[in-house]
C-alpha cells in the first residue's frame, strides 16, 4: 500500500480519502489542526502539541474525539503505514457533519477527524538552511483568536501567496501598533542590537508556537539573553539577526526582510547554533517529554 490517510476511524488510500460535503470544516472552517514534526519515527515535542490541541478544540467547544492514548497510536500507525522516518504528521478535527446553519448543530455530530502523515527530505531542509530565506511583512488581518489553530486560514493562505509571489519564504503580519506578531505559518524571532534573543509575547494576539515555546526553554538553560517583548519591522532589518520556528520549519535563519538585508545577508551564528540546538534536542529528545 502507498501513502495511507485516517479519515473517521479508518485507514484508506490517501488518494481517496474524502470527507462529507456537509463537513462544517469544509463549510464554515469550523475545526482545528495540529501539526508534529517526526524524527526518526517519533513525535518531537508531543507533550506540547497535545496541550494545544486540546487547548484548541476546548476553546471551539468541539469534543475531544478520542483519549490522547488513542491518538498517539493512531499517530504511531500513520507514521508506521506511511514509513516515515523523518517527516510531519497533520491532524485536523470539525465539528463533523450536519446540514448546513451557522449554530452548532443539536445533538452535536462526532467530530471529524482527518490525520495524513508525509516524509521530509532533512538533507533538502538543512541545504535551504544553510543558505537562508527571505520574508515580506504585511498588514495583520487576522481575526483577534490567533491562539488558537484553526483551519481557517485565508489571510495566511493570501500572505504567503504574496511572499512566494516576492520570493519570500514566510510573511510577517504586522499589527496596528506597528509591531511583528508572527509568520503566517510560523513565529517570528530576532537576534536585536544588544545580543538579546526577541519574540513576541504569549500575551499577544498569536499562536504559542509548540517550537518556540521550546526553543526558549533551551535558549535559557544555555542563558541566552531572552526577551518576550514585540519588535518593529525597523528593528528587525536593522538586527543583528533574524529566524523563524515552527514544526515544519524547526529554526530557519532569515536573512532578507522586505528589501533589505539582514546584517551580512546570510545566516546568522545565532539562528544557526538554534537550528542545531533544537534537531538535537527534536532527534534526542523525540517522544521522550
Ligand atoms: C500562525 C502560526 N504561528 C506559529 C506557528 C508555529 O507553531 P509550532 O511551533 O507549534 O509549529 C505556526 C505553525 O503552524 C503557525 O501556523
Given amino acids: 500500500m502507498g501513502r495511507v490517510a485516517y479519515v473517521n476511524g479508518r485507514f484508506a488510500r490517501h488518494a481517496e480519502a474524502a470527507v462529507h460535503i456537509e463537513d462544517r470544516g469544509y463549510q464554515f472552517s469550523d475545526g482545528i489542526y495540529e501539526v508534529w514534526a ?8 508531543s507533550a506540547g502539541h497535545f496541550a494545544r490541541l486540546k487547548r484548541s478544540l476546548d476553546e471551539l467547544r468541539i469534543a475531544q474525539p478520542m483519549s490522547e492514548a488513542a491518538l498517539r497510536i493512531v499517530l504511531a500507525q500513520m507514521v508506521r503505514k506511511n514509513r516515515v522516518r523523518d517527516g510531519m504528521l497533520y491532524l485536523q478535527v470539525t465539528r463533523g457533519v450536519a446540514p448546513r446553519d451557522h449554530p452548532f448543530p443539536v445533538p452535536a455530530p462526532a467530530p471529524a ?7 521530509v527530505d532533512h538533507a533538502a531542509a538543512e541545504a535551504r538552511a544553510a543558505v537562508g530565506a527571505a520574508v515580506i511583512t504585511v498588514p495583520e488581518n487576522r481575526w ?3 491562539d488558537i489553530k484553526t483551519v481557517g486560514l485565508l489571510p495566511n493562505v493570501l500572505a ?3 511572499a512566494r509571489e516576492a520570493g519570500a519564504v514566510e510573511a510577517w503580519f504586522v499589527d496596528d501598533l506597528g509591531l511583528v506578531t508572527e509568520g503566517a505559518s510560523s513565529n517570528a524571532w530576532i537576534v536585536d542590537q544588544s545580543g538579546a534573543l526577541r519574540t513576541r509575547d504569549i500575551q ?3 499562536l504559542r508556537g509548540v517550537t518556540r515555546s521550546r526553543l526558549l526553554a533551551l535558549a535559557a538553560e544555555l542563558g541566552l539573553p531572552l526577551e518576550e517583548r514585540p519588535f518593529t519591522p525597523d528593528e528587525a532589518k536593522l538586527a543583528k539577526e533574524a529566524f523563524i520556528t515552527g514544526a515544519g520549519t524547526l529554526v530557519l535563519p532569515i536573512v532578507r526582510i522586505d528589501d533589505s538585508k539582514v546584517g551580512d545577508g546570510i545566516p546568522g551564528p545565532m539562528a544557526k547554533r538554534l537550528r542545531r540546538l533544537y534537531i538535537d534536542h527534536a532527534r534526542r529528545e523525540a517522544d521522550v517529554q
Avoid: H
Fill in 144 to 146: 483577534g483568536r490567533c
Fill in 113 to 119: 477527524v482527518v490525520i495524513t502523515a508525509k516524509s
Fill in 160 to 162: 504567503k501567496q504574496a
Fill in 38 to 45: 517526526v524524527f526518526d519515527g517519533k513525535l518531537v515535542d
Fill in 204 to 206: 499577544a494576539n498569536i
